[in-house]
């Protein structure tokens, strides 16, 4: 009987440690940062209004994944217009400012507008 019953703690207590984990992240996603964790993005200044999370290049074609919207060049996100896209990055135009967004990262770098 008393070892049915530490038998039965041990199980419980697995099992809550268990439940505790965060749950696996799925690799066929892209990745989200949680909610109030480290990554997550610092409230002051102002936020980012893109995000590259994939780059796709072939010899025929090329998508990039900006704000979880698949474009290739010439489509338009957010009021801006994918000039171009290669394997690391996407520059963007917004009137006629241009920027470019890293692949994995929230900031805009390098502006090459007027």
């Keep these: 009987m008393s070892r049915d ?6 199980l419980l207590v697995a099992g809550s440690a268990r439940a ?14 949680p ?5 997550a993005a610092p409230a002051s200044g102002p936020q980012p ?12 074609r090329r998508v990039a994944v900006v704000n979880g919207h698949a474009l290739q060049e010439g489509q338009r996100i957010g009021g801006a217009e ?25 900031r805009a770098r390098g502006d090459s507008g007027p």
């Design 35 to 39: 909610a109030g964790g480290e990554a």
């Design 82 to 106: 994918v000039v171009k896209i290669d394997g690391r990055s996407v520059q963007l135009r917004e009137g006629n400012r241009e920027f470019v967004v890293p692949l994995g990262d929230t």
């Design 49 to 60: 209004r893109f995000k590259v999370t994939a780059v796709f290049v072939s010899p025929t």
């Design 20 to 33: 505790a984990e965060p749950a696996m992240h799925d690799p066929t996603q892209p990745f989200r940062a």
């Design 5 to 10: 019953l530490v038998l039965a703690c041990c």
